[in-house]
């Protein structure tokens, strides 16, 4: 029972430094997450798509940089609750199936392309960017050919989940550790020049599986 609660106690303040971290030193807005409980979320929702894995209580809307707030949440209200990351305001992402998104971080290090923060989640890679509008993002998408329904853009009004947990799923860790920009915070590429590749490395895997 000791050992019980002193493990308990570890992933308690794990997550809170994980918390305080991407607050603080990344700037980067953070809220807890829901929690799942044998497959039922915490929000009440007995339809609940996302089980553990979404905010809730507070909202999105509610996410901050604040320490003392953060303290208060993973200390008092929810030491338990994943950290989800606000997408929009200083940091945005392109989520893509984590098979392309192994093959398309490869390519981009062989071109020696400079890569900022990727995290793999259960089933998926997201490459975090540099803040994007819905309108920019819109413009480069209408220049590709085609582009696959599994890629995923994390912008104004969404949200990533961060190491060490990620709700329901969990299983989320950094492939790529987020490295601090000259100006503080968290240096990231702009999402123009990965773009055609994450794309082109999903088209490629869901060629393969129409192959089969």
């Given at each position: 029972?000791?050992?019980?609660?002193?493990?308990?106690?570890?992933?308690?303040?794990?997550?809170?430094?994980?918390?305080?971290?991407?607050?603080?030193?990344?700037?980067?807005?953070?809220?807890?997450?829901?929690?799942?409980?044998?497959?039922?979320?915490?929000?009440?929702?007995?339809?609940?798509?996302?089980?553990?894995?979404?905010?809730?209580?507070?909202?999105?809307?509610?996410a901050t940089?604040?320490?003392?707030?953060?303290?208060?949440?993973?200390?008092?209200?929810?030491?338990?609750?994943?950290?989800?990351?606000?997408?929009?305001?200083?940091?945005?992402?392109?989520?893509?199936?984590?098979?392309a998104g192994?093959?398309?971080?490869?390519?981009?290090?062989?071109?020696?392309?400079?890569?900022?923060?990727?995290?793999?989640?259960?089933?998926?890679?997201?490459?975090?960017?540099?803040?994007?509008?819905?309108?920019?993002?819109?413009?480069?998408?209408?220049?590709?050919?085609?582009?696959?329904?599994?890629?995923?853009?994390?912008?104004?009004?969404?949200?990533?989940?961060?190491?060490?947990?990620?709700?329901?799923?969990?299983?989320?860790?950094?492939?790529?550790?987020?490295?601090?920009?000259?100006?503080?915070?968290?240096?990231?590429?702009?999402?123009?020049?990965?773009?055609?590749?994450?794309?082109?490395?999903?088209?490629?895997?869901?060629?393969?599986?129409?192959?089969?």
């Amino acid at each position: 029972m000791r050992e019980n609660s002193r493990s308990r106690s570890a992933a308690r303040s794990t997550r809170l430094a994980a918390a305080l971290a991407a607050a603080v030193d990344h700037r980067w807005p953070v809220v807890p997450g829901t929690l799942s409980f044998d497959g039922h979320c915490s929000c009440g929702d007995e339809d609940c798509s996302v089980p553990g894995a979404h905010p809730h209580d507070p909202p999105l809307l509610a996410a901050t940089t604040d320490a003392r707030m953060v303290r208060w949440w993973w200390e008092r209200q929810s030491p338990d609750a994943p950290v989800l990351a606000a997408t929009g305001g200083t940091v945005s992402a392109v989520s893509l199936p984590a098979a392309a998104g192994a093959r398309a971080l490869a390519y981009l290090a062989a071109l020696r392309l400079p890569l900022g923060p990727v995290l793999s989640m259960p089933g998926r890679y997201a490459m975090l960017v540099a803040p994007y509008s819905l309108d920019a993002l819109g413009e480069m998408l209408a220049q590709l050919p085609w582009v696959p329904g599994s890629l995923r853009y994390h912008g104004s009004g969404g949200f990533l989940p961060l190491p060490p947990g990620g709700g329901a799923g969990g299983g989320v860790r950094w492939v790529l550790p987020p490295r601090p920009a000259a100006d503080g915070g968290v240096w990231l590429p702009e999402v123009g020049p990965l773009l055609g590749e994450l794309v082109e490395a999903t088209v490629q895997l869901d060629s393969g599986r129409s192959a089969y």
